[in-house]
């Protein structure tokens, strides 16, 4: 199994870890079919999330609509109370 590098220590914040894994990011989502801009803004906002910086109350509301507009349906494990898709 293949491990990244460590972050160089300019990586070690919320901005810094999104550009460290921008490239790879985009190579990813390059090849769907699915809106790249939209899965590169909610990457940048989870980084936040995972480093305590974003509720993730907050980030699941914040992209609620443009989920369910990309995909037809919300199934991210966490979905908020009074988001009732059917």
Not at 50 to 59: S, T
Not at 71 to 80: A, C, I, L, T
Request: glycine share 6%.
């Amino acid at each position: 199994m293949a491990t990244q590098p460590e972050l160089p220590d300019a990586s070690r914040t919320d901005e810094g870890q999104y550009t460290w894994n921008r490239d790879a990011a985009t190579r990813c989502l390059d090849g769907s079919p699915f809106d790249t801009e939209l899965g590169l803004r909610m990457s940048r906002d989870a980084i936040r999330v995972a480093n305590g910086v974003l509720d993730e109350d907050v980030f699941q509301s914040k992209y609620h609509e443009a989920v369910v507009a990309e995909f037809g349906e919300d199934n991210r494990p966490s979905k908020q109370e009074n988001f009732d898709d059917e």
